[in-house]
């Protein structure tokens, strides 16, 4: 218990050591000689109460205000002396102010507790004494074995022991960790692969050494340590090995997993930021404007005290016979005297200050955040989802928005990849309906490729092709067919597509069914662009049917060729292409290669490259993601060398990554261009248009996605968020800080030169970690004298770390960050407004928002007419509060020089007591739920009126010293006007009933 203390006050961290010893099913050495290391539970806490902590820290938040810890001193000072007013009417509305607060809290605090008990209660199965139990995520420990079936979410960060397959392999997807959609291949180490049972799991003797938790989604090292036949084999393990909490398991019937990381110290949770209290920029102004009233106060209190002992040197008024001084008066202490007069004229004046705004602004926070979830507009009919909010406290924050930061995959796109257009041989074609059809008649013949391609479309139809279908001469006519023939088969082999095992279960003859029609294939694939471009060759005609270790099949009009794979080079950013080397049936060896065109076309020597160039000039400008294809023929001498060669680089023990870039670069070159295929990763609807409408109401956007470079700024283009016309610099692959801030200097001279031109900037993660470490004053100058920013290659706690960047700026912008994934939660978190979308990456980005909606499309709305609103409407209230009690409380102090200071009140207690709470405090958040200065469809159609509001114009000195005035004013002539009304005779009344001053300053208030 005693240790449990220490470590949550910090004294005693649970990690003594830099690495953390596992053993594998927890089974612990027998004799005793080893160190037993504690680690937490696998419970995952988003919520920021419990049960034993909610009264002091909830007391603790509210009495930060300045208003409530105001009122407490007051309360106080009216129990220990005597006061003009009873204690009741500071104490009472202070208690109904606490009590609203603290309920509207914990319930926004229990909605929490019940979405982390969804998590921490999902099932799961772990291995435990030979046999599978199904227990809750929250009781897996470090060392459990657990299995997952197809399609679930890891629960905890595991080490990969095995799977269905006998290579131990299996298949991920990050979508909710990194954006990425993309499938990742994950393989378990040789000797624990062939353990696909509960039984010989139960059989294996393994301790793990690894590293101690870190945030970095991409780093893992550690070793695994097996015991086999009284010989201990030791494994490296790496970030290949290490499946992570959030990911979901794909194209895999089942896995088995040991759990090394759980609860708070999985990369998902680290990757959270610690959950603080949000304070919207118009609570700090109320902060403000109620420090200048206390100052009032306290001038008033002490100039009433001084203008009392002034006026009591006079003998006569010193002890008049009507007020006689007690004895124990008499003989008291002056200073005592003075400091007793100035705590009452203090509690006397103390209703200037308004307690019941806290309350009413909490009352129009909380109801009027339901006016979002009842807008049909933010209603969502596809997936039958409407607006949520989270959080109610920062609904006017919604109308002082300055920069929005947006996830790319999920937030702005649909994660769906679309195959739009190509180029073959020099020539463009779109894709219509599932054919291929060319943008113009070719040289030789207008309607050749054509009809070839359209004759491909219908390979279930057709069985063979006869010469008839085209005008072409016979010669011109196989060649086309050839080029054609050649790039399509180029794009269903130079992949590492897998195809779902459900659907290749039990198939035929060979592993792969025979007679699948493409619309039957589930494709898995390790890049969305891959999976895009087999399914697009596959509606052409050239349909991938699958895979081995060692054999490729596709079918071509319905006939089927192997091919065999005898190498696949892998894709890496700094080539930016991948290859494979294929043996045809007729026995030809092949080399196709995919890639970005910076990559390939330098390395062709033959093929259409300049009319290449332009259509993929013209594709990226449609905001098209572009890949070119080619490949060359290799002689049986030339794959001898290359055999030769990736054997000895991928054996070497010493720079073996350097070695293999340079056996790449070998074979990678004299290619022939076949074309180039143009994806569209298709954009939510009316993206482009709400980009442009925040661009319009002076909202700078912010990208920040986890993906790669290309990938992001060709989103960036088709969304809007980069013009065509702008002058794009890029950031990226800096790799020292001497070169980082030079290139920083290069950027800002080009700012300053071409300051007519509108710029973009895009940095990737491992440039801005160097920018952020010292040059944070150049890349911040750098970065607001653009109009665009995109940041690719994101960690999570790097987007949260940009988001801090801006707030702190002397600026001090108000920020909004919106996502969708389990990544986005840290910047959602950090912004000053976090914005969940509800989409297909889970719900984590969504439980973690200050509000959720189901696209990103309602931002528009949700800032330009919620937001406007609101900030309009709680301004006005705030800016009320403060007039009204100007006018209350000012007349109490001139009445002062009226009954020679000797605190007398104006006002009946009960009156004192509801002034604020009931009389002057409903009237106006009825005005402040329902008022509608301008039309909804005005402020949505016209986002320029949005700039109106910015910089908390409402509530700046300006216009609070002008209500301020204006009460004062008021106040006077309210008291003065009841004076000379009145004057010597009371009997105002029809009825000769006497006139008090408190009724006629009341009606004429109203």
Known sequence: MWRWVRQQLGFDPPHQSDTRTIYIANRFPQNGLYTPQKFIDNRIISSKYTVWNFVPKNLFEQFRRVANFYFLIIFLVQLMIDTPTSPITSGLPLFFVITVTAIKQGYEDWLRHNSDNEVNGAPVYVVRSGGLVKTRSKNIRVGDIVRIAKDEIFPADLVLLSSDRLDGSCHITTASLDGETNLKTHVAVPETAVLQTVASLDTLIAVIECQQP?????????????????????????????????????????????????????????????????RSAVEKSMNTFLIIYLIILISEAIISTILKYTWQAEEKWDEPWYNQKTEHQRNSSKILRFISDFLAFLVLYNFIIPISLYVTVEMQKFLGSFFIGWDLDLYHEESDQKAQVNTSDLNEELGQVEYVFTDKTG?????????????????????????????????????????????????????????SSFRTSPENETELIKEHDLFFKAVSLCHTVQISNVQTDGIGDGPWQSNFAPSQLEYYASSPDEKALVEAAARIGIVFIGNSEETMEIKILGKLER?????????????????????????????????????????????????????????????????????????????????????????????????????????????????????EDRLQDR??????????????????????HETAVSVSLSCGHFHRTMNILELINQKSDS???????????????????????????????????????LFMEVCRNCSAVL?????????????????ISPEKPITLAVGDGANDVSMIQEA?????????????????????????????????????????????????????????????????????????????????TLYNICFTSLPILIYSLLEQHIDPHVLQSKPTLYRDISKNRQLSIKTFLYWTILGFSHAFIFFFGSYFLIGKDMSLLGNGQPTSSTTLLYTTRN
Request: glycine letters at 6%; a positive charge.
């Open 791 to 807: 940041c690719c290659r994101m960690a999570p706690l790097q987007k949260a770390k940009v988001i801090r960047l801006i707030k």
């Open 214 to 278: 870190e945030a970095d989604l991409y780093r893992f090292m550690g070793r695994m340590i097996i015991t086999q036949q009284m010989e201990e084999i030791v494994r490296p393990l790496g970030p290949e090995s290490l499946l992570l909490r959030g990911a979901r398991l794909k194209n895999t019937k089942e896995i088995f997993g040991v759990a090394i990381y759980t609860g708070m110290e999985t990369k998902m949770a680290l990757n959270y930021k610690s959950k603080s209290q949000k």
């Open 739 to 777: 070169e980082c801030a030079e290139q920083l200097r290069q950027l800002a001279r080009r700012i300053k030169e071409d300051h007519v031109i509108q710029h973009g900037l895009v940095v990737d993660g491992t440039s801005l970690s160097l920018a952020l470490r010292e040059h944070e004053k």
């Open 832 to 912: 000053h407004v976090g914005i969940g979308i509800m989409g297909k990456e889970g719900r984590q980005a969504a439980r973690n928002s200050d509000y959720a909606i189901a696209r990103f499309k309602f931002l528009s709305k949700l800032l330009f007419v919620h937001g406007h609103f609101y900030y309009i409407r709680i301004a006005t209230l705030v800016q009320y509060f403060f007039y009204k009690n100007v006018c209350f409380i000012t007349p109490q102090f001139l009445y002062q020089f009226y009954c020679l200071f000797s605190q007398q009140t104006l006002y009946d207690s009960v009156y004192l």
């Open 411 to 467: 937030t702005l796109t649909e994660n769906e990849m679309q195959f739009r257009e190509c180029s073959i041989n020099g020539i463009k074609y779109q894709e219509i309906n599932g054919r291929l059809v060319s943008e113009g008649p070719t040289p030789d013949s207008p309607e050749g490729s054509l009809s070839y391609l359209n004759s491909l479309s219908h390979l279930n139809n057709l069985s063979h092709l006869t010469t």
């Open 563 to 679: 091919y065999k794979l005898l190498h696949i080079l892998e894709f890496d950013s700094d080539r930016r292409r991948m290859s494979v080397i294929v043996q045809s049936p007729s026995g030809e060896k092949l080399l196709f290669a995919k890639g970005a065109e910076s990559s390939i076309l330098p390395k062709c020597i033959g093929g259409e490259i300049e009319k290449t160039r332009i259509h993929v000039d013209e594709f990226a400008l449609k905001g098209l993601r572009t890949l070119c294809m080619a490949y060359k023929q290799l002689t049986s001498k030339e794959y001898e060398e290359i055999d030769r060669r990736l054997f000895e680089a991928r054996t070497a023990l010493q720079q073996r990554e350097e070695k293999l870039a340079d056996v790449f670069q070998f074979i990678e070159k004299d290619l022939m261009l076949l074309g180039a295929t143009a994806v």
């Open 687 to 708: 993206v482009r248009e709400t980009i442009e409408a925040l661009r319009m109401a002076g909202i700078k956007v912010w990208v920040l996605t986890g993906d790669k």
